[in-house]
């Protein structure tokens, strides 16, 4: 016997733990005051910080968006639900750890850059896994994220056998895709933006 | 004389501290970059701070859920809940201390070990009193809290006594046990997964 | 001629940027790795952490009890409402500064600990004037943040001119009455307990 | 074809992204445990660390206080709206960064400083250009937001060929009048303090 879960509750606590993973991104990205003798190359030698930032604000925020469609259709939420979403924000609110390896380990050498892009794939395959559970149980189609899971693994591999430098920017492409193909939750529009 | 509180700005600010707490336990693991000579034994090194990273997760996790139950039934708060309220956020934004204690101190000495573990059981201690003195005053029962509690309690003596990291691991298991016991404040679902 | 503001918003951005400031407080809290040979001792020697942590914690809790009181009765804002609000974020989001200079400044120096008190009482007189400005803005009486106001200009003379570590004790006990002295904006409650 | 997305998920996740963004900046602010000899020399020497602070905290009030006006109007939100709004926080989160920048090398060198107001102003310049995609898409009038925009890439030119650190300041002065210029998005209200 179980009771429900309201569901507004749970919203705002995922949208909290959503939103403060996104910002703290960017604490891993810091000039050593040493290296500002020459600014602009110390700047530029900071680009797998930006890259990483770029790739996990997009990964967290497509996430979100996808977030919002599980619970549209319910009132109310039962108990495997809100333990997966628990699980689901476990490996988002992660997330920045395996961000900062990726900013500090490419560029350094191979093993650390295969090291850093496998856990990163790994953290992310966790987040599309639970995610996908969560969409099956609210009734939605999960292709798009399983899609994205099959990516994900590819990417990993990839790291693995070959690129690992590679595999980072295919994460980056990943969560591009993720954010331009999320569909919201309400009304159908009848492109809004072809009569101007 | 007293007034009542809003319940909807207590239950966001509440929401709002747990997840912060809980999105800033990620921020205590970090790999030195001299370790990335040998990126995989540096990330296995890593072990406690995923233990205390999962074990916060998941006690901050079982509060907030408890939490949801406090206030379903009554409209507005009285002065001395909004105080307790106010002692549980305390102690709850303060885990990320022990928290970084004990990924710190497993693996370095037993004595730091001890240190840590009874640290970390004694603010673990001190939410679940607070959470039962709020249950008792909401009229929830809170026979659950009072056996994390005890748990809690014996995990400490365990650890003065015998063998510390063996009681962080006891910590995990009382907050997997709060998680999976947690009841929601709804209606009753009969069984909603066996009709598939 | 202005426009109002949405009030919901308000409390929304208000009650995250007292929830974040009020959870950021513990990341000043720290041991040194090299410490743990002496673990007890370590801890025991952070008192100044947990001091400046309990009481900028209560400092912060009293704004967020004495905030809700603020909009009560009123729909919509209008403009110098909604800046003075900015103007109060600004100060109480800034005090997690002082409270990190308090921290590692108490069992320091003399002039250290003077310096570290007379800012941290500057920055809480500041956020107590915008507070009583606002409080009489909403037509609430504000003595008792006046009240509060005179004790903090007290403290940091007391702290230039005598025991400086006395004063930042002086800043606990102000916060604990603020927190104990706040009144919810709803329904009298005619002494709950009593009936019991 | 496209569906609209829910509003007041929208605004209670970019609030929770503006309310983290500006509460970090404190973090940015810190004085060396071996400075606190000299306590006031130190606390002033940090001036570049309060410039920025609250040039920052302004200028995301000021973005927030404009997300406000955003969708007043609107009842649900179109996909290419929120996919922008994703972009304005990513920006927002990303001001943290420059901000420590300015902090750090104000002070330091020229080509320091010129580097840390040159990326700073390119943040902030992409800041205001996204905001006035997103006025303009929700109809509102965005010629504030164009007066910004000038003013940023006229601070930024300066910076470059001139004082740096003249343009620091003009970023202040731009962020003080986007919060004295914000207007609210409800009923008009005629000189409500004239009346006193």
Known sequence: MDRTWEKSRVEAFSDGVFAIAITLLVLQIGIDPDAFADPWRALADE???YLAYVTSFLTIGSVWLAHQRLFARSEALDGVTVRLNLLLLLAVSFLPFPTA???ESLDLSRASE???VVVYGGVALLIELVLALLMRRAGERHWRVTVRGVAYAAAIIWAISLVPTAAAFAY???AVYAVASS???GQLIP???REE
Do not use: I
């Open 172 to 174: 980056l492409g990943v």
């Open 191 to 193: 492109h809004p933006r």
């Open 101 to 103: 390896l990726l900013a």
């Open 183 to 185: 569909r919201g939750a």
């Open 114 to 116: 295969r090291a850093a």
């Open 47 to 49: 680009w797998p910080s």
